[in-house]
Nanobody
Framework: QVQLVESGGGLVQPGGSLRLSCAAS????????VGWYRQAPGKQRELVAA???????NYLDSVKGRFTISRDNAKNTVYLQMNSLKPEATAVYYC?????????WGQGTQVTVSS
């Protein structure tokens, strides 16, 4: 019932910036929380940032001050602005939407931070 389309990933130099987008379509009433997760090869998936239906946010400690999650309700889109990127940020980033009726995932977008 819900489709999430992610974009904005790519290759960036250390210290550079990227903005990821997650555009939602379908039956998206009843949103509870939207989160960005990442998973690097051989590592566990981890929550990077989240924003609740009330607009409050929380972040992985290692990205605080450098990453910002935001939303544009008119566009049904959530963003993750990533600044001062480090090589350890290299991973596939996934958008996750939790609704009253279920949980949905995007297809993922690759972020590579390398010289």
């Amino acid at each position: 019932q819900v489709q999430l389309v992610e974009s904005g990933g790519g290759l960036v130099q250390p210290g550079g910036s990227l903005r990821l987008s997650c555009a939602a379509s379908g039956s998206i009433f009843g949103i509870l929380v939207v989160g960005w997760y990442r998973q690097a090869p051989g590592k566990q998936r981890e929550l990077v940032a989240a924003i609740t239906s009330g607009g409050s946010t929380n972040y992985l400690d290692s990205v605080k001050g450098r990453f910002t999650i935001s939303r544009d309700n008119a566009k049904n889109t959530v963003y993750l602005q990533m600044n001062s990127l480090k090589p350890e940020a290299t991973a596939v980033y996934y958008c996750n939407v939790r609704l009253v009726v279920g949980v949905y995932w995007g297809q993922g977008t690759q972020v590579t931070v390398s010289s």
